[in-house]
């Protein structure tokens, strides 16, 4: 899905390096996007993202007044814009902690501007691809869950229910095709816009997270449900496959 109107989404950087900052501000700009804010740490961030919605986060983890994941979890109170994590640390358990709260990607330093570029006009399109979707589903009601996709909220009951942005477009993907299989691949080119190589412990995060928040028994789960060899289903009883 090509990206149009570049200049009118709202990118903020996040980064304790001011050479990173205006690097990858000069790639963007090169790019088209033209409303750029630069922050150099997380209380700068937090109060940036609260005075402002933006569009896509790029988020250093190693920040000087407090890492990463706080800055992330005091975001996601108020924005379920995407979150870039970059950070020096290449494990794979820091990159499922990144994802695990709240974040949406995550580029391990040193890396290339244009890859960056690449991740944040990825996101971008995911959440032009949902906001289309909306339209469609204006309400999802599965047992004691309501989906709003055009707000953006989930109910447990009368209850909202925090979801991260992914996992609010994970749950509104399995939702809108109630009973019907997909596998890890396809989720991950629905959801994440990506090829599915590397992204099989990012979706069973995803998978478990949204069960936890959602699932009176996430170890026995009643909603999604995995189906061995083939990939997840929302399970609702009556409805049409």
Known sequence: MPLTGLANNRVLLVDDEVEILDLLET????EGFQQIEKAVTGQEAIALS???KHDVIVL????????GYQVCQEIRKGTFAPIIFLSAKSDEIDK?????????????KPFSPQEVLYRIKAQLRRSVYMSESKTEHQKIIFGDITILPDKGEVLKGEEP?????KELQLLV??????NKIFSKSRICEAVWGED??????????????????????????????????????????????
Request: glycine fraction near 10%; charge should be positive; proline fraction near 5%.
């Open 50 to 52: 609260r005075k402002q």
């Open 60 to 67: 250093d983890i190693m920040l000087p007044d407090m890492d």
């Open 161 to 165: 229910v925090t979801l991260t942005a």
């Open 196 to 241: 599915y190589i590397g992204f099989d412990n990012t979706i069973m995060v995803h998978i478990r997270r949204l069960r936890e928040k959602i699932e009176e028994e996430p170890g026995n789960p009643k909603w999604i449900k995995t189906v061995k060899g083939l990939g997840y289903k929302l399970e609702v009883r009556g409805s049409a496959t």
């Open 173 to 178: 993907y399995l939702a809108s095709h109630p």
């Open 96 to 108: 499922l902690l990144g994802l695990g709260i709240g974040g949406d990607d995550y580029v391990t």
């Open 27 to 30: 790639v963007l700009r090169k």
